[in-house]
């Protein structure tokens, strides 16, 4: 039997069969390149969202008084109301993450990563310098599992949506890790977003062109070469077939599951645009996963230590320095509670827009698989405290018990974001510092 050729020599061997450029990396690296079978998966999809507001919150006006399922709402989640039964309080959650950086850093940055900042060169408040996590953050941990597998791979693995982000970069600004040292920057401007998700079908057509030439190329030497690289050569003419059909399922916008919102023109990253930009984030963000873009995401309302200034609720002061005022300041309360309400408000119209969008293929909404996680970096904002973090749970899919106030008696927030692993088949033993996952995932089923 003719022995197999060297890679190398193989390259050399196609090269002077008349192959173009295009096809030698595709056919010469047979360990990279082996066609894998598409995997059909009747499973519900599942979906998470993390939505974070910053600067604490009023406890007294955020948690229901009453544990279990005979629970009211109050002043700042009663836009909720709607969605009482899918929702889950986890209260009593602490953020025991201790180490450098001040707890606006850390409240922030190891929100997801429930892992120690690396010393570095950026001051935080009281004199506490600090850099980056030293770990991945868990909607990236599980982007990166399910994208792991054929059957809910996307195009993108995790997308992040922000409303009032600015350009500057430092642990008070990002909430989402690559990895350690690997802060990911939200996409601010909406414009910039919809051309991320939909603007590239120019580029699909000039891809598709090449793929034209990958098969042309394949053909014409199907009878020129031993059994075992025809074998070979087969291999990567249906990998590159496979790729020509998703590229032309694809290649038009009208194709797309659901067409891409409208979009208002002109608005720029301004405060007093932040209502604006706000639900169309939250359209394009809905309209990725409709057309499975996506299954993880995040939205972030401007960040930790924000001085958004609300204007379009009557409030002149900037939200960080009304958060510093004492509870007995009432005109700084009250504004607060009408700030932190407003987040709910569009909490409210997330929710509503997945419940109102049906199911791809499925029955229901994509609101019964869908997690939406509210939470914040700080449990108040005057007293800078990271005990009782706000995790406000909303939705479906993840199978945990919705409808009640669960105590959690103190637990590190590591053990909730094992539980989100956990709910999508990644059963991490822990995440982030380990010695804050004892007691494993949470028990919300």
């Not at 022995?3 to 196609?14: F, I, K, V």
């Not at 430092?170 to 690559?178: F, H, I, K, L, V």
């Given at each position: ?14 090269k002077g069969l008349g192959l ?260 169309m984030q939250i359209d394009l ?161």
């Open positions: 039997m003719k022995p197999a050729l060297h890679s190398l020599n193989r390259r050399e061997a196609l173009s450029a295009l096809s030698l990396p595709l056919v010469s690296q047979v360990a990279h390149l082996k066609a894998a079978p598409a995997v059909a998966s009747t499973r519900p999809k599942q979906r998470l969202i993390v939505m974070f507001s910053p600067n604490g919150t009023i406890p007294k006006h955020f948690w229901p008084d009453k544990q279990g399922e005979d629970f009211e709402l109050k002043t700042i989640t009663k836009p909720l109301e709607p969605f009482r039964d899918r929702l889950l309080f986890l209260k009593n959650l602490h953020n025991k993450v201790r180490g450098d950086g001040d707890n606006h850093m850390r409240g922030m940055s190891c929100l997801l990563t429930g892992i120690e900042l690396y010393p570095g060169n950026i001051q935080g408040g009281g004199h506490t310098p600090a850099g980056w996590p030293k770990g991945i953050s868990i909607d990236h941990e599980i982007a990166n599992f399910l994208q792991s597998k054929d059957e809910t791979r996307t195009r993108n693995g995790v997308l992040h949506f922000g409303v009032g982000v600015l350009d500057k970069a430092d642990p008070w600004t990002r909430m989402s890790y690559a990895g350690p040292n690997q802060p990911v920057a939200p996409l601010g401007d909406p414009y910039e977003a919809f051309r991320k998700l939909y603007g590239n079908v120019r580029e699909k057509k000039q891809v598709r062109s090449i793929l034209d030439d990958l098969k042309s190329d394949l053909s014409q030497v199907a009878d020129r070469l031993s059994p075992s690289d025809r074998r070979l050569l087969v291999e990567h003419t249906n990998l590159v077939d496979r790729m020509d059909k998703e590229f032309s399922r694809s290649d038009h916008l009208k194709n797309l599951a659901g067409k891409p919102p409208p979009l208002q023109e002109g608005v720029e990253n301004l405060n007093d645009n932040l209502p604006t930009l706000s639900r963000l809905v309209n990725s996963f409709v057309n499975d873009f996506t299954r993880v995401a995040t939205l972030q309302f401007t960040k930790s230590v924000g001085q958004a200034k609300m204007s379009w609720l009557d409030i002149d002061q900037r939200h960080h320095t009304l958060s510093h005022e004492p509870d007995k300041n009432k005109d700084a309360y009250d504004k607060l509670i009408r700030i932190n309400t407003w987040f709910a408000q569009e909490l409210a119209y997330l929710l509503k827009k997945l419940e109102s969008t049906p199911e791809p293929g499925q029955a229901g909404s994509m609101l019964d698989n869908t997690l939406v996680v509210w939470t914040n970096e700080l449990g108040k904002g005057n007293s800078h405290t990271l005990n009782d973090i706000p995790f406000l749970l909303a939705g479906g899919g993840f199978g945990f018990k919705m409808g009640r106030s669960l105590p959690c008696a103190g637990s590190a927030h590591n053990r909730f974001l094992l539980s989100l692993a956990h709910a999508v088949g990644h059963p991490l033993e822990t995440f982030g510092n380990s010695s804050l996952s004892q007691g494993g995932p949470l028990d919300l089923a």
